[in-house]
């Protein structure tokens, strides 16, 4: 089904039209349309206007006013102030918009982006042999929202998942791993095949074992170092062990992916040992092009505006003067591949702010070699970090840092008791508690993270999270099931929009809002904000709850068509829920 025009788009021309007629100099110029408590719309852009002509605005106001045709769609147009134009739209308008919406189930008459092309979204990077922990959770949840947001509005997205899978720790692995050869073996201490969760406990215990015979033994320290060249060289053997490494490791990931409720798919999974045949290449191409220079041995890129604490200018090592090679290697060859091979018009990472001198350095090195240009854009979406409720980095009590699964599985216990306390007004069964309390858990956390500017730090606290009250995941999800049990207690009563009714101020709130959701997710996907989409929903669900204080659904008083109005707008209410978290990545269980 075509996309459906919005009644502020459709506000938008009218303005248009009528400006062009009360001063055709003006041309298409904006009339600064918005929301309005005053009105349904207001209009600033006369002002604007009026200076640039020289001419008085509530006059040049009253003539845009008098060329706006009003019936159809714009009620009533009227001046305010020094030349605001106030808009109120028919309720017939109303109705029949988000009868269109609601007609096209699937999409709610969200519109494609205008030129879709396509993005590699780099998220959720892992490395091998370590646990995530809880500065893992943001690159996930964040590169996972902004992916089905770009999918949604049509643009072809490139998943990846840089995997930290190679480097000199690898080395020291492998010979340890090969001198004890049975320490990874398949078995749980029941003797069945090991869960994610055991398999990362086996590759931490034996890295810290290894760790420790590598700082203590310079025997085993030169053997395993020796092993790092193996590794480079791609001797066989060493092959073969490393990737047991990265294929234990991967059981892990896809666990903690799968609680997250998030797709991993293996062929998204490129590490850094993805780019190694690309390395020396890229190095030459840097040197040969006068982008990249020798300073003390080491290939550098040097830059005007990037200096150290002592003053002197700090360069980005693309290949170090032992001719090892650097991240800056790794992430250029990657460019490279994404630019030339992927056929990428545009490139985002989702990365720690705290990265950002590298990405910057990283993205000028490109550009100078001509790598990234007008066609390709390279953009990394920054976040902050999770401090705990005491405003510092979250840390256990002991002040390790959190592990993600601990983590994850803590908020879904927490949130399955809150789900058993409201259990037995709804009837839930024992599977569905538990169901319902992994949605609710998971959700709280994603939507924690997702609800905050992603360049902001935020509190992890478990206990406001998994409330009912205020902005929470939790708020939104029960206001789509108490959508669905008044659905459920409609009886023969069915949803249908009534564009002749007369629309009472909540009906009409509420009405608004929900036009503009087809807008705000096309902004939402083309700025990589999710949490703009939260604060919507958060929105949405607010003005729902005051909709339900002051109009009955179901009341007996009510006619027919007034009942079968009312449960159109909460059932279209209750799709754009369930549409837009689902864009969040976050679930809307029927019943809670």
Same mark, same amino acid.
């Given at each position: 089904?075509?996309?459906?025009?919005?009644?502020s788009?459709?506000?938008?021309q009218?303005?248009?039209?009528?400006l062009?007629?009360?001063l055709?100099?003006?041309?298409?110029?904006?009339?600064?349309?918005r929301?309005?408590d005053?009105?349904d719309?207001?209009?600033?852009?006369?002002?604007?206007?009026?200076k640039?002509?020289?001419?008085?605005?509530?006059?040049?106001?009253t003539?845009v006013?008098?060329?706006?045709?009003t019936?159809e769609?714009?009620?009533?147009?009227?001046?305010?102030?020094?030349?605001?134009?106030?808009?109120?739209l028919?309720?017939k308008?109303?109705?029949?918009?988000?009868?269109?919406?609601?007609?096209?189930?699937?999409?709610?008459?969200?519109?494609?982006?205008?030129?879709?092309?396509?993005?590699?979204?780099?998220? $959720?990077?892992?490395?091998?042999?370590?646990?995530?922990?809880?500065?893992?959770l943001?690159?996930?949840v964040?590169?996972?929202?902004?992916?089905?947001?770009?999918?949604f509005t049509?643009?072809?997205?490139?998943r990846r998942?840089?995997?930290?899978?190679?480097?000199?720790?690898?080395?020291?692995?492998?010979?340890?791993?090969?001198?004890?050869?049975?320490e990874?073996?398949?078995?749980?201490?029941?003797?069945?095949?090991?869960?994610?969760?055991?398999?990362?406990?086996?590759?931490?215990?034996?890295y810290?074992t290894?760790r420790r015979l590598?700082?203590?033994?310079?025997e085993?320290k030169?053997?395993?170092?020796r092993r790092?060249?193996d590794?480079?060289a791609?001797?066989?053997?060493?092959?073969?062990?490393?990737q047991?490494?990265?294929?234990?490791?991967?059981?892990y990931?896809?666990s903690?992916?799968?609680?997250?409720?998030m797709?991993?798919?293996?062929?998204?999974?490129?590490?850094?040992?993805?780019?190694?045949?690309?390395?020396?290449?890229?190095?030459r191409?840097?040197?040969?092009?006068?982008?990249?220079?020798?300073?003390?041995?080491a290939?550098?890129?040097?830059f005007?505006?990037?200096?150290?604490?002592?003053g002197?200018?700090?360069?980005?090592?693309?290949q170090?003067?032992d001719?090892?090679y650097?991240?800056?290697?790794?992430d250029?060859?990657?460019?490279?591949?994404?630019?030339?091979?992927?056929?990428?018009?545009?490139?985002?990472?989702?990365?720690?702010?705290?990265?950002?001198?590298?990405?910057?350095?990283?993205?000028?090195?490109?550009?100078?070699?001509?790598?990234?240009?007008?066609?390709?854009?390279?953009?990394q979406?920054?976040?902050?970090?999770?401090?705990?409720?005491?405003?510092?980095?979250f840390?256990?009590?002991e002040?390790?840092?959190?592990?993600l699964?601990?983590?994850?599985?803590e908020?879904?216990?927490?949130?399955?008791?809150?789900?058993?306390?409201?259990?037995?007004?709804v009837? /839930?069964t024992?599977?569905?508690?538990?169901?319902?309390?992994?949605?609710v858990?998971?959700? $709280?956390?994603?939507?924690?993270?997702?609800?905050?500017?992603a360049?902001?730090?935020?509190?992890?606290?478990?206990?406001?999270?998994v409330?009912?009250?205020?902005?929470?995941?939790?708020? /939104?999800q029960y206001?789509?099931?108490?959508?669905?049990?008044?659905?459920?207690?409609?009886?023969?009563s069915?949803?249908a929009?009534?564009?002749?009714?007369?629309?009472?101020?909540?009906?009409?709130?509420?009405?608004?809002?929900l036009?503009?959701?087809?807008?705000?997710?096309?902004?939402?996907a083309?700025?990589?904000e999710?949490h703009?989409?939260?604060?919507?929903l958060?929105?949405?669900?607010?003005?729902?709850?005051?909709?339900?204080?002051?109009?009955?659904?179901?009341?007996?008083?009510?006619?027919?068509?007034?009942?079968?109005n009312?449960l159109f707008l909460?059932d279209?209410?209750?799709?754009?829920?369930?549409?837009?978290?689902?864009? /969040?990545g976050?679930?809307?269980?029927?019943?809670?």
């Amino acid at each position: 089904m075509a996309s459906v025009t919005s009644l502020s788009a459709s506000v938008q021309q009218h303005l248009a039209t009528a400006l062009s007629a009360a001063l055709p100099e003006a041309g298409s110029a904006d009339p600064l349309l918005r929301r309005s408590d005053r009105a349904d719309y207001q209009a600033n852009g006369i002002l604007a206007l009026a200076k640039k002509a020289k001419a008085n605005p509530r006059e040049l106001a009253t003539q845009v006013v008098s060329q706006v045709v009003t019936g159809e769609v714009i009620k009533d147009i009227e001046v305010s102030g020094p030349g605001f134009l106030n808009i109120t739209l028919t309720d017939k308008a109303i109705v029949e918009n988000l009868a269109a919406r609601y007609a096209d189930a699937d999409r709610l008459g969200v519109p494609f982006a205008e030129n879709p092309g396509t993005t590699v979204v780099d998220y $959720a990077q892992p490395n091998v042999a370590k646990e995530m922990h809880v500065g893992h959770l943001r690159s996930a949840v964040i590169g996972d929202a902004v992916v089905q947001l770009l999918e949604f509005t049509g643009e072809s997205v490139v998943r990846r998942h840089h995997i930290g899978d190679w480097g000199t720790q690898f080395g020291m692995l492998i010979q340890y791993l090969d001198e004890h050869p049975h320490e990874l073996d398949h078995k749980s201490a029941e003797g069945g095949t090991v869960s994610g969760e055991e398999a990362m406990s086996n590759l931490d215990r034996l890295y810290k074992t290894a760790r420790r015979l590598f700082d203590s033994d310079e025997e085993f320290k030169t053997r395993a170092r020796r092993r790092v060249v193996d590794l480079q060289a791609g001797e066989p053997h060493t092959l073969a062990t490393w990737q047991k490494f990265v294929d234990e490791s991967k059981i892990y990931f896809f666990s903690v992916f799968e609680k997250l409720d998030m797709e991993v798919r293996d062929p998204d999974i490129v590490g850094e040992s993805g780019y190694n045949d690309m390395l020396a290449e890229t190095c030459r191409l840097l040197e040969e092009s006068g982008v990249a220079v020798r300073s003390e041995g080491a290939l550098c890129v040097f830059f005007d505006d990037v200096k150290g604490p002592d003053g002197n200018p700090t360069p980005l090592i693309v290949q170090k003067s032992d001719g090892g090679y650097g991240y800056a290697a790794t992430d250029l060859s990657a460019i490279r591949d994404r630019v030339f091979n992927l056929k990428a018009n545009t490139l985002v990472y989702v990365v720690d702010a705290r990265q950002a001198l590298h990405f910057r350095m990283v993205f000028e090195t490109a550009r100078r070699a001509g790598w990234l240009g007008d066609d390709v854009t390279a953009h990394q979406l920054a976040f902050g970090t999770v401090l705990g409720k005491d405003g510092k980095p979250f840390k256990t009590r002991e002040g390790a840092t959190v592990k993600l699964e601990d983590l994850l599985d803590e908020a879904v216990q927490r949130a399955t008791a809150v789900v058993r306390e409201k259990a037995g007004k709804v009837g /839930l069964t024992e599977q569905e508690i538990e169901e319902n309390g992994r949605y609710v858990g998971v959700g $709280a956390v994603k939507y924690a993270d997702l609800s905050t500017s992603a360049v902001r730090d935020y509190k992890f606290d478990l206990d406001q999270m998994v409330s009912l009250n205020g902005d929470t995941s939790v708020y /939104l999800q029960y206001a789509y099931a108490r959508i669905q049990s008044i659905l459920r207690k409609a009886g023969e009563s069915r949803p249908a929009a009534h564009p002749e009714l007369e629309l009472a101020p909540a009906e009409r709130a509420l009405g608004l809002h929900l036009d503009q959701f087809g807008e705000t997710v096309l902004e939402v996907a083309a700025a990589y904000e999710p949490h703009k989409l939260a604060s919507y929903l958060y929105q949405l669900a607010s003005l729902l709850t005051t909709f339900y204080d002051q109009c009955q659904v179901l009341s007996a008083d009510n006619p027919p068509e007034v009942v079968e109005n009312r449960l159109f707008l909460v059932d279209l209410t209750a799709r754009t829920l369930h549409r837009g978290m689902g864009l /969040l990545g976050i679930r809307t269980p029927e019943r809670l």
